[in-house]
């Protein structure tokens, strides 16, 4: 059984990005486990001088759930024009110990712009070297408009997220 593990870069629990999370389950066939991985706020701040001895157990915890995933989907907004600090923060525990090498990723950034954060976002998965095909990226701009009351509400944006999923399970199969 294949598995994908789903990181929200939003601390929100209802916020737009863990609604498209949380509608993804849907599009997917029923042999691919899928998990939201909604602890990045409970990381503690990179520290270099953990990375390797004494690394606090959320960041091994972390770390095992994205080495076990076959492919991953990172759903985040932007925040002043960046990445969350708290998102940025979980990606820089994987710098040095690799579990992103090769990895299939799915990157979808949904905000009220998000162009900033999306290639920012992109530039650090190709960093701890993730692979993101052209076809496994996503920018939802106005992302309000288009979810409602914990739905997706935009039938074009519906169309988009299912192609990013079967890019990725595409890729994740190769």
Not at 84 to 101: C, I, Y
Request: with cysteine; glycine share 6%.
């Amino acid at each position: 059984m294949m598995n994908i593990l789903a990181i929200c870069g939003s601390l929100r629990p209802e916020s737009s990005n863990m609604t498209i999370l949380k509608a993804v389950p849907q599009w997917l066939p029923t042999k691919i486990q899928y998990h939201i991985y909604d602890h990045i706020g409970k990381l503690p701040h990179f520290d270099p001088t953990l990375n390797h001895e004494d690394t606090p157990t959320e960041v091994n915890r972390f770390r095992q759930l994205v080495a076990d995933a076959d492919g991953i989907i990172i759903c985040s907004p932007e925040y002043a024009f960046g990445i969350p600090g708290s998102l940025k923060n979980a990606l820089d525990w994987t710098v040095s110990s690799g579990e992103f090498n090769d990895k299939p990723v799915a990157v979808i950034t949904a905000s009220s712009s998000g162009e900033k954060a999306h290639e920012a976002l992109l530039t650090v998965v190709n960093v701890i070297t993730g692979h993101v095909p052209a076809s496994s990226a996503l920018l939802i701009p106005y992302i309000r408009t288009k979810v409602a009351n914990g739905t997706i509400t935009d039938e074009e944006t519906i169309v988009k997220l299912q192609a990013v999923i079967v890019s990725l399970l595409h890729h994740m199969a190769a």
